[in-house]
């Protein structure tokens, strides 16, 4: 089993960074990918980044390339989302993920998720 713990979200301006980090514990060796989807309000879950344990690629989402960077730490089983210049738009709860197939296709495991609000 693996679990995926999720901390770093909150309450942030227009314009601000936040650095969610999702610590992973258990089987975490069987799970090649880990990443980022979030969900905002009335809205689908959307993927937003994954990184390859092995590696290190990373993949992000169209819609936040080159506000967002996604890396990890291997010794801790832990991955960060960086969010640059946050937007209202960037409102939502972000779930850390983990697959052993791309996290765009499938999502073997789920972490509770973090809240993020930005406000204008």
């Known amino acids: 089993q693996v679990q995926l713990v999720e901390s770093g979200g909150g309450v942030v301006q227009a314009w601000g960074s936040l650095r969610p980090s999702c610590a992973g514990s258990?089987?975490?060796?069987?799970?090649?990918?880990m990443g980022w989807l979030r969900q905002a309000p009335g809205k689908e879950r959307e993927f937003v980044a994954t990184?390859?344990?092995?590696?290190?690629?990373?993949y992000l989402t169209d819609s936040v390339e080159g506000r967002v960077t996604i890396s990890s730490d291997s010794a801790k089983n832990t991955v960060y989302l960086q969010i640059n210049r946050l937007k209202p738009e960037d409102t939502a709860v972000y779930y850390c993920?983990?697959?052993?197939?791309?996290?765009?296709?499938?999502?073997?495991?789920w972490g509770k998720g973090t809240l993020v609000t930005v406000s204008s």
């Open positions: 993920a983990a697959s052993r197939v791309p996290l765009t296709t499938q999502v073997n495991h």
């Open positions: 990184i390859d344990w092995k590696t290190c690629y990373t």
């Open positions: 258990g089987r975490t060796f069987a799970t090649a990918r």
